[in-house]
T-cell receptor, first 112, second 113 residues
Framework: KQEVTQIPAALSVPEGENLVLNCSFT??????LQWFRQDPGKGLTSLLL?????REQTSGRLNASLDKSSGRSTLYIAASQPGDSATYLC???????????FGTGTRLTVIP | KAGVTQTPRYLIKTRGQQVTLSCSPI?????VSWYQQTPGQGLQFLFE???????NKGNFPGRFSGRQFSNSRSEMNVSTLELGDSALYLC????????????FGAGSRLTVL
């Protein structure tokens, strides 16, 4: 069964710092990997989606990479801002399945 | 265009009652998935519907059920509620299957007393 792990569980950084969030998965047979953001009590906002054939995707200050063979993905946030404070979740869509397997999330706090 | 709409946003029930949650997908999206989010278990897949047919089901007891209508709107029902059913229930829609991006609604927060 696919298992998705995110490290660290929580992270506090001062405003302006660059940071990396990590995601690992046990089964490399995936269609794609998505990074989501969740604000307290709210739904999920999709940030980036990387297809299994891609190595990385970029959107503004966000860059996500995927190394399928090693079962790892990273989300890089440049020049962090207080508005980036949220929980970040990664999820994989496994080949042959129609549902996402989610990690437990990293709670990010950016201190002004 | 409108996003995924879930109703109600908040509700409180007591043990033993049943509850029905509704999800309206993005126009044109035919697939609707449901997920349960709890502090202890995180986000877990409940089921997915496509063109009114359940296509995939997670590991939840039979008390959890769902359906999809011809306009792609979906409902999920939980019968004989237990305290552990307290959670944020999230609905997501996408065009079809495979690599399409899922778009999530804001969720329905259920509290069971």
């Amino acid at each position: 069964k696919q298992e998705v792990t995110q490290i660290p569980a929580a992270l506090s950084v001062p405003e302006g710092e660059n940071l990396v969030l990590n995601c690992s998965f046990t089964d490399s047979a995936i269609y794609n990997l998505q990074w989501f953001r969740q604000d307290p009590g709210k739904g999920l906002t999709s940030l980036l989606l990387i297809q299994s054939s891609q190595r990385e995707q970029t959107s503004g200050r966000l860059n996500a990479s995927l190394d399928k063979s090693s079962g790892r993905s990273t989300l890089y946030i440049a020049a962090s801002q207080p508005g980036d404070s949220a929980t970040y979740l990664c999820a994989v869509l496994q080949t042959g399945a129609n549902n996402l397997f989610f990690g437990t999330g990293t709670r990010l706090t950016v201190i002004p | 265009k409108a996003g995924v709409t879930q109703t109600p946003r908040y509700l409180i029930k007591t043990r033993g009652q049943q509850v029905t949650l509704s999800c309206s997908p993005i126009s044109g999206h035919r697939s609707v998935s449901w997920y349960q989010q709890t502090p202890g278990q995180g986000l877990q897949f409940l089921f997915e519907y496509f063109s009114e047919t359940q296509r995939n089901k997670g590991n939840f007891p039979g008390r959890f059920s769902g359906r999809q209508f011809s306009n792609s709107r979906s409902e999920m029902n939980v019968s004989t509620l237990e305290l552990g059913d307290s959670a944020l229930y999230l609905c997501a829609s996408r065009l079809g299957s495979g690599a399409n991006v899922l778009t999530f609604g804001a969720g329905s927060r259920l509290t069971v007393l």
